[in-house]
Each structure stands twice: as structure tokens, then as C-alpha cells.
């Protein structure tokens, strides 16, 4: 075993060792070939062992995508806790460019994967205090879902029409997070529970005049 592998490894209990140097060797050799070098940040692989151990989503991940390590220490997001609203920026930023649902799906699933790990890895490594851990988790759930609600709002009124109120006012989709997302203290096995609404039952004159319920039911459903 290497030097460096032997600094990933040597603070864990005997029981974990392979487990762990496993995935360092898989980690290793899937960052040669991306033209990548391992991580050698001193901080990062003083924790790495007791990371890769307590979470096989952390361990497999960075094995599957050591860009996501990279990019993660490279921009500094995972020695850092995130400023109010950052979240919400990265999500926007992540869907900028996505032009249908599919890639939609796509940009929300990387940017769950990246943000995931870097939590995870704050929690388990015991840089981030567990409120810290919790807003987090649920402001990457927020934000989500408010990126994905603009972006499939705007498609839809395009290919259906605009739902409008009987005063002629536009009418948008309330989403409610209720239990833990409500009062913001989602932990990593939590479900969100959301509650759709909309203002009132209507017409839209669009393509295929459609009711407002039709709509707005197609829309909590995509």
C-alpha cells in the first residue's frame, strides 16, 4: 500500500481497512484516467478514512466521479459552510441552460449528487454543526424544487396557455413543504411532503383549453 494510502487508512479500526482502501484504489485509478491527480489535501484525507467508512453514497460517488472531488475542493465549497441563499444561486446557475424536461431531470440529479456529498462529508468529518447540516439539506430541497417549478411553469404555459384568474390575473402554483422541509430540519432519510395549490378553477384558451385544475395537477405531477 502507498504512502498516501496508508494516511487514508491507518486511523480506522481494522474491520474497516479494506472497505476503505478498496474504494481509495478504485478513487485512484478512475482519477489517472480522467488525467486527474488524488487528492492530497492534508485536511481532506485526515478525515477521508473515517468519511469513506461512515457512508458507502460519499465513498461511491467519488469513486464514480472523482471530478466531483475535485471540483468540490478546487472551489473550496467543501471546507466552507454556505451563505444564506447560496443554494438557491447554485440551482439556478445548474439549470440555466437545460432547454426540456429530461435535461431538466439530469442538472437536478448532479447537483443533488455534488451537494449530497459535500454535506454528508462536513457532517460526518465534523466540520458543520448539525443545524448547519439540517438548513442545508433542506435548502438544497427548496431550492430544487423552486428552480424545477419555474422552469416547468414556463414550459408548460408555452405548450398550454397561461392560466389566468376570472379577473384576468395570472395564476402561479403555490408549493407548501410541510413536516421537516416546512420547518426546515430535513436529515438525509427524509421525505418531503409538499402540498399543491393553486387561486381559483378556471379556462385556458390556449392549444387545447384545458382547465386551470388540469393544468395545475399536469404541473404538481411533472
Known amino acids: 500500500m502507498s504512502e498516501l494510502a496508508e494516511s487514508v487508512v491507518n486511523r480506522l479500526p481494522t474491520s474497516l481497512r479494506a472497505g476503505v482502501e478498496s474504494h481509495w484504489q478504485g478513487y485512484c485509478e478512475a482519477a489517472r484516467e480522467l488525467g486527474l491527480k488524488p487528492v492530497r489535501h492534508p485536511e481532506l484525507l485526515r478525515v477521508l478514512g473515517r468519511v469513506w467508512a461512515s457512508s458507502e453514497f460519499v465513498a461511491l460517488a467519488c469513486v464514480r466521479a472523482p471530478e466531483l472531488l475535485e471540483d ?17 444561486h447554485k440551482a439556478a446557475a445548474a439549470v440555466a441552460k437545460c432547454s426540456g424536461e429530461s435535461e431538466l431531470a439530469t442538472a437536478l440529479r448532479h447537483l ?6 459535500r454535506i454528508a462529508w462536513r457532517d460526518l468529518a465534523g466540520w458543520a454543526p448539525v443545524d448547519t447540516v439540517l438548513q442545508e439539506l433542506s435548502a438544497l430541497a427548496d431550492a430544487s424544487i423552486e428552480v424545477a417549478l419555474e422552469r416547468l411553469y ?8 397561461v392560466p389566468k384568474t376570472a379577473a384576468g390575473q395570472v395564476q402561479r402554483m403555490v408549493v407548501l413543504g410541510m413536516g421537516k422541509l416546512g420547518a426546515y430540519e430535513l436529515n438525509f432519510s427524509s421525505d418531503i411532503d409538499l402540498i399543491f395549490a393553486y387561486p381559483e378553477p378556471g379556462q385556458i384558451g390556449g392549444k387545447r383549453g384545458i382547465s386551470c385544475e388540469e393544468f395545475f395537477t399536469r404541473l404538481s405531477q411533472r
Open 72 to 88: 468540490l475542493l478546487v472551489s473550496g465549497d467543501l471546507l466552507r459552510d454556505y451563505a444564506v441563499a447560496e443554494l438557491q
Open 112 to 117: 443533488r449528487r455534488r451537494e449530497m456529498v
Open 154 to 161: 414556463a414550459w408548460q404555459c408555452r405548450e398550454e396557455g
